[in-house]
């Protein structure tokens, strides 16, 4: 009697284990694969390394499917649980030689668990919302300010038949030439498009060459911030930049100015038209908007920007 009894305990224990690392399986491909397809996996990581948390989840699905294996083979009680030959005495120590209880206490099995078993809870549980604006506060804002290295100036790389009165405008050095080029199509452009497209790109192309651009006409759309050094009548417009994944994200911005810009509660979302000036921000000349008009915009679905370390390849 005894010895039945032990058979079924040894039958179990695999069973019950194989369960749960099934379940666990099933539950981090699935969050992967919807977070995925809904396209709120960008909320967590940079859109150039979906590509890898696919091929995770890929793999997962792989192991998965062998976990149901050895679940199904576990139902084969006793001689699957532990892969013995029928003829074996399943009511005996002595002579065996191993164990078909998984190795580890409960205790320490149920702790290895619920390192998997967390995220998965976490991510039903919690919602998958955005980083607000307040995150700024503790990070510092970027305004794009960037200065180079020292290395002697030259002229943009750029097509020849380029204007050369807009070639001297933009000169540039090694660190900046693909900034020069961007700056000249946006010099161009009758209304500059803070789209999330490039936003930093843009925002550090325009830093560069602040002088070349006073006078444009700039829209921008963004979440409100602002600092202890600024004035009354200004504020940051800013967005929030994740270079790989949701542990490093920066707020970028501009600096805004109206006369009504204390009306403007922190962290709600504007979009702003307006002048491009310049002011110093830490030391630094920057540009600033002088805004003409100002409307309330729904924050997007995903609201970080990300940036583009090969832009200078896809510039025209």
Sequence with gaps: MKGKIDMKKSGIAPLLHNLI??????GLT????????????????????VKYVD?????????MLGQ????????KVPAAACACRSEHDHGHDEGHGHSHEPTGSPVKNGLIYGLFILP?????????????????????????????????????????AENSDLKELFRSDTYNRDYAKLGML??????????????????????????????????IRGFVYRENELAANQLIIGRMAMTHCIADISPYGIIAEADNAAS???????????????????????????IQSAEPADSPDIPYIYPDWDFGKKLK
């Design 120 to 160: 998965v809870l976490l991510g039903l549980l919690l919602p998958n919302e955005a980083f607000a604006g307040s995150l700024a506060h503790n990070k510092g804002m970027n305004l794009g300010v960037f200065t180079g290295g020292g290395m002697p100036a030259d002229l943009a790389q750029v097509d020849p």
């Design 68 to 75: 149901l294996y050895l679940l199904f083979r576990s139902f």
């Design 264 to 290: 403007y509660a922190n962290d709600t979302w504007l979009t702003l038209t307006g002048t491009i000036a310049s002011t110093t921000y830490h030391g630094q000349k920057v540009i600033k908007l002088m």
């Design 186 to 219: 946006l010099y161009k452009q009758d209304e500059i498009v803070m789209s999330d497209e490039w936003f930093i790109e843009k925002l550090q192309a325009m830093n560069t060459f602040v002088d070349n651009f006073q006078g444009k006409t700039l829209q």
């Design 30 to 49: 699935a969050y992967i694969v919807y977070l995925s397809a809904t396209g709120q996996i960008l909320l967590f990581i940079a859109p150039q390394l």
């Design 21 to 26: 690392r099934l379940a666990i399986l099933l």
């Design 55 to 63: 091929l995770a989840a890929v793999c997962m699905a792989l192991f």
